[in-house]
C-alpha cells in the first residue's frame, strides 16, 4: 500500500491553456474523488468514481472540467482553457465502498 | 443542504494546555463524521472518525472527539497539546447514502505558543 499518489504536485501555466492532472488511488479501493481546495477554504468537493462509473458531479465542475477513470483506476482531470479563477490545490482521495477517504498530497494549481 | 461549521478560524494555545475544536454539522441523513489535519501544502491525514457505536473514539496522536446527537456536534480534543500539532483541523461529514462523499468545515488554524 503506498498510498494516494498525484502528479505533478505544483503546476503553473498561463490563462487559457489547459492542465491535466492524474490520480492514483490505494489499488484495492473502488472509489475515488476529487476536491478542489483554495486558500482559507475546507476542501470542496468536485466529483467522484465508482470503479470507472462517474457516479456525482458537483455543480462547482463547470463544462470547462472533465473527469475520466477508464479502466476503474487512475483518473485523471482536465481543466481547459484555464482561468485565474481555477487557481487552488486539487486533491484526490480513494476509499472503499464503506471506509473512510485516505488523500493524497494534492496538486497545486498556479494560472497567471 | 448539508454543511459543517467550525466557529474558530484560529485557536493559540500555549504547549502542554488542553485543546477542545468545535464542530457542528447540519446533516440529512445518520452521518459519518472525521477529523482530518493539514500541514502547509501538504494533503489532509486522517485522526479519527465515527461511523457508529460509542460515541468517544480514539484517533491517532492523542486526539479524542465526543459525538452528541442531541447537539450536532463532534469537537476534537486533546489533554495536552504539543508544539507538533500546529496545523489545520478539518471536521468532515459524510453518509453512505451520498456516496461517503464528505462535506468539509472551513478549518481551525491551530497555533501552538512555546
Sequence with gaps: DTGVSQDPRHKITKRGQNVTFRCDPISEHNRLYWYRQTLGQGPEFLTYFQNEAQLEKSRLLSDRFSAERPKGSFSTLEIQRTEQGDSAMYLCASSTTVGELFFGEGSRLTVL | ?114
Design chain 2, 1 to 114: 443542504a448539508q454543511s459543517v461549521t467550525q466557529p474558530d478560524i484560529h485557536i493559540t494555545v500555549s504547549e502542554g494546555a488542553s485543546l477542545e475544536l468545535r464542530c457542528n454539522y447540519s446533516y440529512g441523513a445518520t452521518p459519518y463524521l472525521f477529523w482530518y489535519v493539514q500541514s502547509p501544502g501538504q494533503g489532509l491525514q486522517l485522526l479519527l472518525k465515527y461511523f457508529s457505536g460509542d460515541t468517544l473514539v480514539q484517533g491517532i496522536k492523542g486526539f479524542e472527539a465526543e459525538f452528541k446527537r442531541s447537539q450536532s456536534s463532534f469537537n476534537l480534543r486533546k489533554p495536552s497539546v504539543h508544539w507538533s500539532d500546529a496545523a489545520e483541523y478539518f471536521c468532515a461529514v459524510g453518509a453512505k447514502e451520498y456516496g461517503n462523499k464528505l462535506v468539509f468545515g472551513a478549518g481551525t488554524i491551530l497555533r501552538v505558543k512555546s
